[in-house]
């Protein structure tokens, strides 16, 4: 198992969002440079970095960033995502030494992008399944699209992703704990591993979601618990490693 420390990128600066709201932003450091190397000192062994701009804008913005991390880590695995929306930036991420692209919006409004890029830069490619009550949300979690978690997920399997990132957004943020149930849910409905977001608040939770590993849980992503200090990483870390990781 993966306990992976998210660096979201806005404004240049290294903050978190609650619910995904761009109005409502706690800044955790003024360099993300510095964040990533916070956690990959503490031996994190993957990052989650998201340019919440680009997000928003449908293109990189925060790129500079992103590849100045990928240089000073080159051995260390990056899943990246935030306003990746063709082929050209998905290259030159991976390009710069980012291992795993994340799509988003575009993999839900155009789904034969996901399999062309399946094609074109196998095991690369994750899909980003952002949802409340089932449903996916799509544009910088703004909107509520009528896809269900389920079918959208197993479709993108059938594309050759390489994993599913699935944050329940209802949760992200806001330190209430992860949606175990949905997750199990999802993981046992795939056989593509499935990455854990949103929610993480402590040791506990890290624990919950250790306990369905064996449904196809590869990791869990933690941000603004690493950052507040409700988990402490390295204790999160040490339970993580007792469990065995699925395939990726």
Known sequence: MLLIPAIDIKDGKCVRLRQGDMGDTTIFDDDPVRAARRWVEAGAERLH????????????????????????????????????????????????????????????????????????????????????????????????SKHDLIDLAQQFENDGV???????????????????????????????????????TSLDDVKAVCEIADSGIIGVVTGRAIYEGTLDFAQGLELVRKYPQASA
């Open 162 to 200: 390489e994993a599913i990132l699935y944050t329940d957004i209802a949760r992200d943020g806001m330190l209430t704990g992860v949606n175990i149930e949905a997750t199990r849910e999802l993981a046992e409905a795939v056989r593509i591993p499935v990455i854990a977001a949103g929610g993480l």
């Open 49 to 144: 970095i998201v340019d919440l701009d680009g997000a928003v804008a449908g293109e990189p913005v925060n790129a500079d960033l992103v590849h100045r991390i990928a240089e000073e880590f080159p051995e260390l695995p990056i899943q990246l995502g935030g306003g990746i929306r063709d082929e050209d930036t998905v290259e030159a991420y991976l390009n710069a030494g980012v291992q795993y692209v994340i799509l988003g919006t575009k993999a839900v409004n155009e789904p034969h992008f996901v399999s062309d890029l399946c094609v074109e830069f196998p095991r690369h490619i994750i899909v980003g399944l952002d949802a409340k009550d089932g449903k996916i949300a799509v544009d910088g979690w703004s909107k509520l």
